[in-house]
Structure formats: C-alpha cells, structure tokens
C-alpha cells in the first residue's frame, strides 16, 4: 500500500478511536444521568465531531452509505426528523457508536480499498422506493439494515426501537400523502399530524385503507417505544420474540403500502 494512503489511515483510525472512547464514557454517563448539563453540552460537540469525520469519510457526499449510516442513527429521534420524546440520549449515542465502528471497519479492510470504499456509494437496495418522501428512502435503508443486524446480534431493544421507528416513518409519509381532507374522512383526530401519536397514526392508516391489520401482532412494548423514559412507567424488558414480531409487523405493512413488492 502507499505509504501516504496508509498514514492517512491510520491518521483516521486514531481519530476514530479518540471518537469512540469520548462516546463510550458519554454513553456511560448518560445512562446514569440523562440531564446533566456539562453532559449534555459535552454530547453535543461529540456528535458535531462525529459528523464532521463522517462528512470527511464520506466524500461531502449525504448519498454515501456511511453518511446515510450517520443520519438513520438519529431516526429513532423522530418519524419526521424533529426531536422525539422517547429518545434516550445513552441510546442515540450507542447508534453514532455503531457508525463509528463501521467507519473503522471499512477503514481496516485488506483489500487496499479502505479510502475509496469510503468516498464512493455502493448501490442502495431498494426496499422503500413506495415512501413518496425521497430524501427519507435512504435513511430507511440505513435503519433497516442497522435493525437486522442488532437483531441478529441479540441487541434487541435497538432492534425494535429501531424497526418501529421505521413502521411510523413509513405510516406517516403514506398519511401525509393522503392529506389532510383524505385522513379527516376516517376519524383523524384535530391537530397536526406531528402530534398524533404512533398507535393513533396506524389507527387512521388501518381505517383509510392505506394498511391492513398487520399492527394488531405488534407488542405491547413496541407500541410503547416513544414513552419518555423519564416518566414513572417502567417499561417493559424487550425479548427477542418482542424484536422478531416487530420485525415481521414492518414487512407485512411494507408489502401493505407496496403492493408490487
């Protein structure tokens, strides 16, 4: 290899692992205490100096499968990209983790093809071309593989949390393609769409036809996954039984939503 392809390699993989230590010890303290404002303020730069070392792995380029790594992590926060009420900030910080150890990954490959696999896309599957939101079809992708992969590696609260962030991302863009006049004609609530919450969002889509009745196998704990982990409610251990159901609810709506699939 050249020496100059191989010191900017390592030169990465040091900044990868400085990354990744700062996000353990983080992730650690914010398991014990979520609203520390030194953490906090401390979470926030990490996750800056993560995107700006996967823009630069990246190419510049949103489309690279590493950069769309980097934004599905953020999926759970929400269905439409804004902030969401059930995200812990420990289990955001274990998904940047999880990028960063693909970065690694493709950084240490001993093919010599470490910097151009990192600056060029390989093609994306494509599972979610019905989502009418196109900007979102490739974060889906991202999830989607990120859920199976926890899942065949028994993390099965990323798992789930993760697939069912999928399920209300896909429910909400094909409500939001019906429209506001369209959901009012099967008992949509008053307010905005944003508002509702995930079981009434697969409610109005059954009732509309846009989904069938795949949801009723969904857990308890899944239709539980945006609560606030700082409320009183304990929530429930997720099993691999709880993952797997979840996974096959997704599927079955997916195939609903695309028919041609």
């Given at each position: 290899m050249d020496q100059s392809l191989e010191s900017q390699i390592q030169t990465y993989l040091s900044h990868l692992e400085g990354l990744i230590r700062r996000g353990q010890e983080l992730r650690d303290k914010l398991t014990g205490d979520a609203s520390d404002p030194t953490t906090?303020?401390?979470?926030?730069?990490?996750?800056?100096?993560?995107?700006?070392?996967?823009?630069?792995?990246?190419?510049?380029?949103k489309s690279h499968w590493l950069a769309r790594a980097f934004s599905g992590a953020f999926l759970m926060r929400a269905a439409d990209g804004s902030a969401m009420k059930g995200a812990a900030p420990a289990q955001l910080a274990q998904q940047l983790l999880s990028v960063l150890g693909l970065a690694v990954t493709s950084l240490t490959e001993t093919?010599?093809?470490?910097?151009?696999?990192?600056?060029s896309g390989a093609p994306a599957p494509r599972r979610f071309e019905f989502v009418h939101n196109v900007e979102l079809r490739p974060?889906?992708?991202?999830?989607?593989?990120?859920?199976?992969?926890?899942?065949?590696?028994?993390?099965?609260?990323?798992?789930?949390?993760?697939?069912?962030?999928?399920?209300?991302?896909?429910?909400?863009?094909?409500?939001?393609?019906?429209?506001?006049?369209?959901?009012?004609?099967?008992?949509?609530?008053?307010?905005?769409?944003?508002?509702?919450?995930?079981?009434?969002?697969?409610?109005?889509?059954?009732?509309?036809?846009?989904?069938?009745?795949g949801c009723a196998r969904l857990p308890a704990v899944a239709?539980?996954?945006?609560?606030?982990?700082?409320s009183e409610t304990v929530t429930p251990a997720i099993t691999e039984r709880d993952a797997r159901t979840t996974g096959q609810v997704l599927h079955v709506i997916m195939r609903d939503l695309d028919p041609g699939r």
């Open positions: 906090v303020a401390a979470m926030r730069r990490w996750q800056e100096d993560c995107g700006v070392t996967i823009n630069q792995l990246s190419g510049g380029s093919d010599n093809k470490a910097i151009t696999a990192a600056s974060v889906l992708e991202q999830a989607y593989s990120e859920s199976r992969t926890a899942l065949a590696e028994g993390d099965y609260q990323i798992s789930l949390m993760t697939a069912c962030g999928i399920l209300e991302a896909i429910v909400t863009d094909a409500l939001e393609h019906l429209g506001s006049n369209g959901m009012s004609s099967y008992g949509a609530p008053a307010g905005k769409l944003a508002d509702w919450s995930f079981d009434t969002r697969l409610a109005v889509a059954e009732r509309a036809g846009l989904i069938r009745s239709r539980q996954y945006r609560m606030n982990p700082d």
